[in-house]
């Protein structure tokens, strides 16, 4: 029999890539050390050398059928005859285990068959090749110094075993334990996995093993010797604001080179120089060492929409991160120094997966600003009287109606036919807009997103509104208005009434065209 296994070298702690962790996250998920279960080498075919181990039994023994499976003395002097571990001999021999080492109850097991029998005192020597566990057990402190090797330089809390078992073995090893092997023994996974972690905290008593939601997974492979470490995200919770327009919350890959970088892009890759995510999540790339970020915000605004008030809540992922331990304030101060005021982050702490999708789903009732001008529908006739008249006459025009007299002609022409082309004044636009509070809306999927949206008719409530300013500039109404909405409205859309999509909507009331200037998010009502 060949004893050449197993292989003296440390095998190197390998990596997992990004892609392979997050395939691999499902499975391992609920594989606690000595509870993982899972065969992932179902799929393997692995090649046995051996003969089948019980016709092997069988030649060593012709009375196979008569031996007794453990405790039976016979059934012990058997394990033993055919080389079993004293770890695997404690597992099997049908001693209760409680708050005794598995190779102390084996080594007392051996001694009581060798009182009975001289024969068996050197059975191990003679049959070095433990038929039980492979010798994995002898494995168990090797494979420690190699997690703990691994593990070097990592900042963690939470670590988690899992084993990946040749298929093979794992059924033979469960045919051979019910054939000899005292009832209700333990199998070799769970007590090989009991075995490494005693090794591990005997070499650092300061880790910390959990059966969920590890930082750090340490997955052995019990074939050839190899742990791979998967180092789960870093999770950060916080709310941002967004002081400036222009800015995406997400990446955004350039539409010339797709993120390649060519010199459209200035070789960023981005369409956009900034966006929320870059600005909250580049800088913590270094203090947590990692390599890479996602960004999960509660909703998103238009990239021309700011975001005021208390600020949109967010998760921020850091993969792969070596440092989990940081202070917080200094995190939020080196964001909020290197955005140069185009964002503010605050109220971050440290958060975990499952609040992301908390964030994701979290419906989100916000505030928005919106300022509107009040112009008339349409006045074509008025603009041809207009355009026969001289620089000099739409002046003079303009001083009779106390309008600006500067810029071209175009510019006076537009000028005159904007003011007081609506009847409304500061006070029936106010006590219009005052009315729409508590009303349910009616919006068809706004034609602006028509192309990336069902259409379908989506009912939204206007909860609030408030702060209402009118000012009139050159006889245009300017609106300045805060519109509390229930998740989901499209706001512009109640203002400007998309064409009678929204209904009613603030445009369709006044009988006017309501022309959108700017909108923020005042407020979001969550968290
Ligand atoms: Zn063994
Ligand atoms: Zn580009």
Excluded at 133 to 155: Q, R, S
Excluded at 179 to 196: H, N, Q, T, V
Excluded at 412 to 418: F, G, H, P, V
Aim: charged letters at 30%.
């Amino acid at each position: 029999m060949d004893c050449s296994f197993p292989p003296q070298d440390y095998p190197l702690v390998k990596k997992m890539t990004e892609e392979e962790a997050d395939d691999d996250w499902q499975k391992y998920a609920s594989g606690g050390f000595g509870s993982t279960d899972l065969d992932l080498w179902s799929d393997l075919t692995v090649e046995m050398e051996e003969p089948d181990a019980e016709e092997e039994f069988a030649q060593l023994n012709t009375h196979l059928q008569e031996i007794p499976p453990a405790p039976a003395p016979d059934g012990l002097k058997h394990l033993v005859r055919i080389g079993i571990c004293d770890h695997c001999l404690g597992r099997l021999g049908g001693r209760s285990t409680i708050g005794r080492e598995l190779v102390e109850i084996g080594t007392s097991l051996r001694q009581q068959v060798i009182e009975r029998d001289n024969d068996m005192a050197d059975a191990r020597e003679k049959e070095q090749w433990c038929p039980f566990c492979e010798n994995l057990f002898a494995e168990a402190k090797v494979l420690a110094t190699i997690i703990l090797e691994g593990l070097k330089g990592h900042e963690f809390d939470r670590l988690q075993l899992g084993a990946q078992f040749p298929k093979d073995q794992t059924e033979n090893e469960d045919h051979l334990r019910k054939r000899f092997g005292a009832s209700g023994s333990a199998p070799l996974k769970s007590c090989l996995m009991d075995e490494i972690t005693k090794n591990l905290k005997e070499m650092d008593s300061d880790i910390k093993l959990v059966n969920e939601k590890p930082e750090i997974m340490a997955l052995i492979d019990l074939l050839t010797l190899n742990v791979s470490l998967d180092v789960r995200s870093h999770y950060i919770y916080g709310r941002y604001l967004k002081h400036e327009r222009g800015i995406p919350q997400t990446r955004w890959p350039c539409r010339s080179c797709k993120g390649r970088g060519c010199k459209k892009c200035d070789n960023t890759g981005q369409q956009y120089q900034h966006s929320i995510q870059s600005l909250v999540g580049d800088p913590l790339l270094s203090i947590y060492d990692s390599h890479d970020h996602a960004f999960h915000g509660m909703g998103r605004e238009d990239i021309d929409v700011r975001c005021m008030g208390r600020g949109r809540p967010f998760v921020i992922e850091l993969k792969n991160p070596l440092r989990r331990k940081v202070d917080m304030n200094e995190v939020m101060a080196t964001i909020n120094d290197n955005s140069e005021g185009r964002i503010e982050v605050h109220a971050m702490r440290d958060s975990q997966r499952s609040e992301v999708v908390r964030v994701k789903e979290t419906p989100a009732e916000k505030s928005y600003r919106i300022c509107f001008q009040v112009k008339a529908k349409s006045d074509e006739e008025g603009s041809e009287d207009l355009n026969a008249l001289k620089k000099s006459e739409l002046e003079s025009l303009c001083s009779e109606k106390g309008l600006k007299k500067s810029g071209t002609k175009a510019v006076l022409i537009e000028r005159l036919n904007d003011a007081g082309t609506t009847s409304h004044d500061a006070a029936s636009i106010t006590a219009l807009l005052e009315g729409m509070e508590g009303v349910t809306l009616k919006q068809r999927t706004p034609k602006r997103v028509a192309h990336r949206r069902a259409d379908k008719i989506r009912e939204r409530k206007v909860m609030e509104v408030s702060n209402i300013k009118v000012k009139m500039i050159d006889g245009v109404p300017q609106v300045e208005v805060d519109l509390r909405c229930e998740s989901g409205t499209y706001v512009k859309e109640t203002v400007h009434g998309d064409d009678g999509r929204t209904v009613p909507s603030v445009s369709g009331l006044l009988d006017a065209q309501c022309h959108v200037q700017w909108l923020d998010v005042a407020d979001i009502h969550a968290d």
